[in-house]
């Protein structure tokens, strides 16, 4: 009987300590953050990462606009099967903010979903996009996010219950769902090649436009082929060439001013999408055009 | 008897549906505002694309109705109960009666807008397309906050 004990309680041990290694939340390989920590940053083009990451949509205050897109209260919210989170602060206010977080450490939340504290980080934070992020768009990120004016909002916590307050079982959700694969592999045309990059990577397009599974992974089968809107308003369109019938200059156009072919114009969170994307350079625009006409048709 | 109640049922009727009837009325001479500014902005934005042949003339016309659109003064086109979920066929969020000022304030906005956009029609396709840019902002801005998504 005692015998019994002691291998059920060896067993239990054993099955924490895998549980523990298995969830350990990860931070880039070191060779990645040396060679991080020996790139210059540029503001300018780091403005130009942030327009394209989409950052001020969760970071600024809910009703921003214009020069407030560039104070990152944090305030957000964001519905989901599990809860709901709450964007954190990130401007440079050290207390409040990420002031104090070093360029590594941007780097590991960024790409890992791991935070200084080495913690996981909720996927409502992007990380399994901006895992495809160069390191020098980082570097730049970094630059621009420190020119930004420091704000002084508290955070406030995810609304979420158990069991997802428990952060280490993430561990197991990103060995399922992270993952540095494209989801429309190989070589592409050099325009489509920079549209993978702002479409899977920075852009985040698939984090809304690509169903979901029941634990919350994508279904990285059915790429951009559309999903529940979370918040209950509408369906997220589909953008395979099949849903989506517009041409590449059509779609080029919206991603500039909000005004589909019928001059419509965009509503929801897209029209945040759509200000933050204007900031970018016309063939950017045109380059995720070009690499969601050629998405396998539905 | 009978036909007192039966009077007082269409009494009753007409007092409820006069008001249902109104209110299509007035969700119905929205959609046709939206419809007139889409089809001005279609000849704009084709001239900006460069699908259609930069013409003074039509630009400018085009311009002037955007202008005369959103001119109209909107105090009388979004009475309550016409909301989506309450109405069939509206898009208008319930936060538009939550803050009416600012709902105006976006639609002046647009007004703006659509004022730099008469002095660019008279220029060309590339001030028609720097113009565009404000006027779909403008759009957005409203939008973003009181349309429900259609999709």
Redesign the interface.
């Known amino acids: 009987m005692r015998r019994l004990l002691i291998i059920c309680v060896a067993l239990a041990l054993a099955g924490a300590a895998v549980f523990l290694v298995l969830t350990r939340p990860a931070t880039l390989p070191a060779a990645e953050l040396a060679e991080l920590d020996g790139l210059s940053g540029d503001a300018t083009r780091g403005e130009t990462v942030f327009w394209a990451g989409g950052c001020a949509s969760c970071h600024a205050a809910p009703?921003a606009?214009g020069d407030d897109l560039l104070v990152l209260t944090g305030g957000e919210r964001l519905a989901s099967p599990f809860g709901t989170f709450i964007a954190p602060n990130i401007s440079p206010d050290p207390t409040h903010g990420i002031g104090d977080w070093t360029r590594a450490d941007l780097a590991n939340a960024l790409t890992r979903g791991t935070d200084p504290a080495g913690r996981h980080l909720y996927p409502a934070f992007p990380y399994t996009s901006y895992i495809h992020m160069e390191l020098q768009d980082i570097a730049d990120l970094d630059t621009f996010l420190r020119t930004l004016p420091a704000d002084a909002t508290p955070n406030e916590p995810h609304e979420i219950s158990f069991p997802f307050t428990i952060r280490r079982g993430l561990g197991l959700w990103n060995m399922l769902y992270l993952t540095e694969d494209w989801a429309i592999p190989g070589d592409l045309p050099e325009a489509r090649t920079r549209g993978r990059y702002l479409v899977e990577g920075p852009g985040h397009c698939s984090e809304c436009h690509t169903p979901r599974g029941p634990i919350g992974g994508l279904e990285r089968g059915q790429w951009l082929t559309?999903a529940e809107?979370p918040t209950g308003?509408?369906?997220?369109?589909g953008l395979t060439p099949g849903q989506l019938d517009w041409s590449a200059?059509d779609i080029a156009?919206y991603l500039?001013?909000?005004?589909t072919p019928?001059?419509?114009?965009?509503?929801?969170?897209?029209?945040?999408v759509?200000?933050n994307l204007?900031h970018l350079a016309p063939e950017d625009r045109a380059a995720i055009a070009a690499y969601l006409k050629a998405l396998p048709a539905q | 008897m009978k036909s007192i109640l039966f009077s007082a049922a269409i009494a009753a009727m007409s007092l409820t549906a006069a008001p249902v009837i109104a209110n299509e009325a007035a969700m119905a001479a929205r959609h046709g505002e939206?419809r007139l500014?889409?089809?001005s902005?279609?000849v704009l934005?084709g001239m900006a694309?460069g699908?259609i042949e930069y013409d003074k003339l039509r630009a400018e016309v085009a311009a002037d109705t955007l202008v005369a659109v959103t001119s109209i003064d909107q105090s009388m086109l979004w009475p309550e109960g016409t909301e989506t979920g309450t109405m069939e066929g509206s898009s208008a969020k319930p936060e538009i009666w939550g803050d009416k000022a600012d709902f105006t304030a976006k639609w002046e906005d647009l007004h703006k807008a659509a004022q730099t956009m008469k002095t660019a029609a008279g220029e060309g396709q590339q001030a028609i397309g720097a113009a565009?840019?404000d006027?779909?902002?403008a759009?957005?801005?409203c939008?973003?906050?009181y349309?429900?998504?259609?999709?």
């Open positions: 009703e606009e559309g809107n308003d509408g369906r997220i369109p200059e156009y500039e001013t909000g005004f019928d001059f419509d114009s965009a509503g929801g969170h897209m029209a945040k759509v200000t204007s | 939206m500014l889409a089809h902005l279609g934005g694309k699908q565009m840019g006027v779909g902002g759009c957005s801005a939008h973003k906050v349309r429900v998504s259609k999709n």
